[in-house]
Antibody, heavy 116, light 107 residues
Framework: QVQLQQWGAGLLKPSETLSLTCAVS????????WSWVRQPPGKGLEWIGEISHRGSINISPSLQSRVSMSVDTSAKQFSLRLTSVTAADTAVYYC??????????WGRGTQVSVSS | AIQLTQSPSSLAASVGDKITITCRASQVLRSAVAWYQQIPGKAPKLLIYDVSELESGVSSRFSGSGSGTEFVLSISSLQPEDFATYYC?????????FGRGTTVDIK
């Protein structure tokens, strides 16, 4: 079955760039959008954005100025970059597969903490 | 952005109880509403998509209904593993948005 494995730096200083990658195994990479969602400690879920296998991107307006996404179809990987992080960006970051917008497969999450 | 308001924000129930959670949208949605279950420390799990379609492998005690701006998740007979936080999500428009969650605790 499809599995998502994600990785990236877990501890950042303010103003640094968050960089996470998610690898897809066990299924097709094309025909889906690949998403990022975050969850601050003790809070709810926040949709960050998504990218298709062709590189078509949709990003939350609240993060658009700081977010970029990329895809490596041959490696079946997709990545998130978030620039100029602050303590407010401290969260668990999840990658997920978007079926028709619903998120049916999730990675295990990466805890990212921003602290000086 | 479409806002989703879940109610209640928390509830206490007993094993065997039937519960319902409501998700109200700030504008009319297509049939593009999903429900997720999250256990502490774990990733969310898709339960329901397209308002009422049960995700493969999910127990039939979960069901979804609704239309327009009001949507409901029902759990027919609570089991111990159902005590968790539940989120609704809309994918009718961008940006995708989630409700703030409903925590179901043991009474």
């Amino acid at each position: 079955q499809v599995q998502l494995q994600q990785w990236g730096a877990g501890l950042l200083k303010p103003s640094e760039t968050l960089s996470l990658t998610c690898a897809v195994s066990g299924g097709s990479f094309s025909g889906h959008y690949w998403s990022w969602v975050r969850q601050p400690p003790g809070k709810g879920l926040e949709w960050i954005g998504e990218i298709s296998h062709r590189g078509s991107i949709n990003i939350s307006p609240s993060l658009q100025s700081r977010v970029s996404m990329s895809v490596d179809t041959s490696a079946k990987q997709f990545s998130l970059r978030l620039t100029s992080v602050t303590a407010a960006d401290t969260a668990v970051y999840y990658c997920a597969r978007a079926g028709w917008g619903n998120l049916d497969i999730w990675g295990r999450g990466t805890q990212v903490s921003v602290s000086s | 952005a479409i806002q989703l308001t879940q109610s209640p924000s928390s509830l206490a129930a007993s094993v065997g109880d039937k519960i319902t959670i409501t998700c109200r949208a700030s504008q009319v949605l297509r049939s593009a509403v999903a429900w997720y279950q999250q256990i502490p420390g774990k990733a969310p799990k898709l339960l329901i998509y397209d308002v009422s379609e049960l995700e493969s492998g999910v127990s039939s005690r979960f069901s979804g209904s609704g239309s327009g701006t009001e949507f409901v998740l029902s759990i027919s007979s609570l089991q111990p593993e159902d005590f968790a936080t539940y989120y609704c999500q809309q994918y009718s428009d961008y940006p995708r948005t989630f409700g703030r969650g409903t925590t179901v605790d043991i009474k």
